[in-house]
């Protein structure tokens, strides 16, 4: 868990309609969850949990690693470049999954122009002998840091979920034993 920074907290802020006033109540109430826009300063692409951090494990380990991620609700929202959210489902949909492997991808929602989003606290105040799971399920997974922090694309993020997708599958190359092959034990011959 991982917490925000004043600029990081400046570039939240300037997501909404008033920043001053936002970044007011952060200082009043740092552990206060807020609601923000989505489509100028970020997009977010919100996964089910566990697909979720299998793209942030793909993103970081083997890729280019991630903007902002949080946690909220059971799901992982990956902040992205303004128009990922209109651009990534139609590359989804175009991606050649193979037969049968389109419901391997579990559903991702993109939030865009017109949506919004709820984003954790900008810091959660601890408290002696508990975890950050008992104190919110609103948290950073990485929180931001800067002004302007790199945000992911869809094609970065794109390349995430096919990564994701079959690093889950278990595709063997053999294919399906034939349950009527003769089977010959050739482990004494030389």
């Keep these: 868990m991982s917490y ?3 600029d990081g907290a400046a570039w939240l802020a300037s997501a909404g309609p008033h920043p001053r ?3 007011a109540l952060w200082r009043e109430r740092p552990d206060a969850p807020v609601v923000l826009p ?3 300063v970020f997009d977010v692409v919100n996964a089910p949990m566990v697909f979720g951090r299998r793209m942030l494990d793909r993103l970081w380990d083997e890729g280019p690693g991630s903007g902002p991620v949080a946690v909220f609700r059971g799901r992982v929202l990956l902040f992205a470049a303004p128009g990922t959210a209109q651009r990534l489902p139609s590359l989804l949909g175009w991606e ?3 037969a049968g492997r389109r419901a391997e991808l579990p559903p991702l929602l993109c939030h865009g122009r017109g949506d919004a989003v709820t984003v954790p606290p900008v810091t959660v105040p601890p408290v002696a002998g508990d975890t950050a ?3 919110s399920d609103a948290r950073w ?3 931001p840091d800067t002004v302007r922090p790199w945000l992911p694309g869809p094609e970065v993020l794109l390349w995430a979920a096919v990564r994701a997708t079959r ?3 278990r595709v063997s190359i053999s294919g399906p034993a034939d349950q009527g092959a ?3 034990d050739v482990s004494g011959r030389r």
């Design 21 to 23: 006033s936002t970044l």
């Design 141 to 143: 997974l990485v929180a």
């Design 133 to 135: 799971a008992d104190r």
């Design 167 to 169: 690093a889950a599958l």
């Design 96 to 98: 050649e999954w193979g």
């Design 38 to 40: 989505c489509g100028t």
């Design 182 to 184: 003769k089977v010959y």
């Design 4 to 6: 925000v920074t004043p």
